[in-house]
C-alpha cells in the first residue's frame, strides 16, 4: 500500500509518518511506500521498514500535485492548510492553499482518470461552524463558518462530497477538535494558548492565557488525532453512505478546568506560570467558537478520543515529555 | 444608482430587466444605469428611462469582470449560471462558471478596494439541500448537495457570506424554489417538466411527464422570483445579520396538485395533453430534492411568494399569455 501525506511537516503530518513507520501497516494492509510532502521538507520518521520519500513541493503549483498522484497513492492524507490566524490575517493566502491548493490535488486525482479511485482523507475542522450554537451541536448543525478558515473548510468539504458522489475518489472528511496539548513552538492558529497555558508550565515557563477561564471549548490530544486519521483511513466507507464529513468526538472543557486539569497534574507552582493577559482580538474570536459537540455519527462509526481534560494532559506528558524525564 | 446584471439573457434576467425599465426605480433610488452582461447578447428592455448597456462577456475571463466592476455598479444581480441538468453532465463546465465565475466576479469586487462595496444579490438554490429531508425544512438545515449544482451554489454562498463578513461587499443570497412556470422554450435543468406540464397544455402542445404524480416540491413564479430579487436589493441588509443566506418562501405542492391546478385553469382537455413517460434517471434526481420549507426568516424579512399552485398557474397566463389571448 502507497501513503501520500500531503502537510507532512506539520504536526499531525509528522505524528502519523512516526506512527505508519512504527506500525508498518495501515489497518490490515502492509505499507509499501510512504511520500512525505510539504512546502518545506519533511523530517523522515526513525527506522520505518518501508521506502520513504520526502518532496518539497507547492500545492497550489499544478505540476507538483500531478506528479504526487503520478505515482498512484491508495490513500491520500490532505492535512495541509493555513491556520486560522494566518487565514484571517492574508486572505489571498488562505484560499490560495486551503481552497485553491485543495481543488487542484482533487482535480489530478480526478484527472488520472476512473480505474484510479484513492481513500482521501481530508483534516477538516469544527470551524466550519459558527454562532448561535446550541450548548450541545449536532451532526446536522449547519455550516456557517464565521472565519476565513473555517469558510475555506467548508468549501473544502463541499468538494470532496461532490469528488465522492461523482465517484473520483473516496473521501472521508474528519472534523478535528482543536488538538491539544500541541507540542512544540505555538503555530498561527488563534487557538493556540489552549495548549500554550498546559504546555508552558509543564516545562517550566510562562504562558499567556488572553481569554477568560469560563470559555468553553471541545479538545483532543494528537494521539486522538492520529488515531481519528488512522481509523478514517481504514473504515468501510460504505457505512458512511453519502454524508462524507464527520465531527471527532473530542472533550468539552472550559479553560478554568483546563488549568484545573493542570493543577492535578503538576501543582499550583505549574497554574502560577499562568499571566492572564486578556486580548481583545482574540477574544472576539474565541466568542465564535462552539463549546461541545455531540458526534454521534463518528462514535457509532468507532472513532475515540479521551474522556476528560486530565488525559489529555496524561497524554501530553506520555508522548512528549516522556524522554526528557527519564 | 448603477445597476448590473450578470446573467441578463436568462429567463429571470430578462424580466429583472424588463421590470426595472417599467419600475424606473429600484425601491426609492432613481435607476441610471443599467449593464446587461450574459454570454450572448442580452435583450434590451423596452423604453427604459435611463441608459442600458448590453455587453456579451464571459465570467469566467478576468479581464471581462474586471471591466464591468471598473463601472462601479451600486448593485450587482448575480444570476449566470450553469444549470443543474448541465453542471451534472458537464463536470467542469459546472464548476468554471458556477464557481470560478463567482470567485472572480467577487475578486473583482474585493480588489477595487475598500471604498467601492456594493450590494450583491446572488441567485442560489434550494438544490444546496440534500436529503434525508423533514417534511417541513427549516432555515437551520444543514448544507448536504446531492448535485454537483448544489455543491456549487453552496461554495458561492459560502463565499458571499466571507466576502461581506469581511466587509468587501454587502452580499445577499437568495435560494430561489423551482420557478414555475417558466416561459418559452424548456432550458436544461433537470426540473424543467415541473413547468412544461402546464406550459405545454397551456398552449395546446402535449407535455411529456417522467415522474410520478406524488412527487413533491418547492415552487414560486417568475414574477415572485423578481419581487424577491428586487427585496433583496433593497432591504435593509443590517437586518440579515450575519446569515446572508435566506431560503425563499414559496408553494409546496405535489405533480398531481400541479395537474388539478391545470384542471381548475383549463379543463380536463389540457390534462389530456400530460404524457406519462417515467425517466430513471430524472426520478433519481428528483428523489433528492426537498418538498417544502418553513422560510421564517425570509417571510420575516418581507420576502413574498403564491399562496398555493392555481395562483402560480395565474401568474403565468397573465404575465405570459395575456397578449396572445387579448
Excluded at 194 to 220: C, K, M, Q, T, Y
Amino acid at each position: 500500500m502507497r501513503i501520500l501525506i500531503v502537510g507532512a511537516a506539520g504536526m499531525l503530518g509528522r505524528k502519523l509518518a512516526e506512527r505508519l513507520a512504527r506500525d508498518g501497516v495501515l489497518g490490515r494492509e502492509r505499507v509499501s511506500h510512504l511520500s512525505l510532502v510539504d512546502v518545506v521538507e519533511s523530517e523522515r520518521p526513525a527506522a520505518p521498514g518501508f521506502d520513504v520519500t520526502t518532496v518539497a513541493a507547492d500545492l497550489t503549483e499544478r505540476p507538483a500535485v500531478d506528479e504526487l498522484i503520478a505515482e498512484r497513492p491508495d490513500i491520500v492524507f490532505h492535512l495541509a492548510a493555513v491556520v486560522s490566524g494566518e487565514a484571517e490575517a492574508d486572505f489571498e493566502k488562505g484560499y490560495r492553499v486551503n481552497v485553491d491548493g485543495t481543488r487542484l490535488l482533487f482535480e489530478a486525482i480526478r484527472l488520472a482518470g476512473t480505474a484510479y479511485q484513492p481513500r482521501v482523507i481530508f483534516s477538516s475542522s469544527i470551524a466550519v461552524f459558527g454562532p448561535p450554537f446550541p450548548d450541545v451541536i449536532g451532526d446536522d448543525q449547519c455550516l456557517t463558518p464565521s472565519t476565513s478558515y473555517g469558510t475555506q473548510k467548508a468549501v473544502a468539504e463541499l468538494l470532496l462530497s461532490d469528488y465522492t458522489r461523482r465517484g473520483f475518489f473516496d473521501g472521508v472528511a474528519i472534523r478535528l477538535p482543536t488538538i491539544c496539548v500541541r507540542p512544540g513552538a505555538p503555530n498561527r492558529a488563534a487557538s493556540g494558548f489552549f495548549s500554550s497555558i498546559i504546555r508552558e508550565p509543564l516545562n517550566g515557563e510562562e504562558a499567556v492565557l488572553p481569554v477568560s477561564d469560563d470559555v468553553r471549548h471541545w479538545f483532543a490530544s494528537p494521539r486522538a488525532g492520529i488515531d481519528f486519521l488512522i481509523h478514517a483511513g481504514t473504515l468501510d466507507s460504505g457505512a458512511l453512505g453519502k454524508r462524507r464529513c464527520l465531527t471527532m468526538p473530542g472533550v468539552s472543557a472550559t479553560v478554568g478546568a483546563e488549568i484545573e486539569a493542570l493543577r492535578r497534574a503538576a501543582g499550583d507552582e505549574a497554574v502560577g506560570l499562568i499571566r492572564r493577559e486578556p486580548d481583545e482580538t482574540i477574544m472576539r474570536m474565541v466568542a465564535g467558537w462552539p463549546g461541545g459537540f455531540d458526534a454521534r455519527r463518528a462514535r457509532a462509526l468507532g472513532f475515540r478520543a479521551e474522556a476528560d481534560f486530565d488525559q489529555i494532559v496524561r497524554v501530553y506528558v506520555e508522548d512528549e515529555l516522556g524522554d526528557a524525564s527519564s
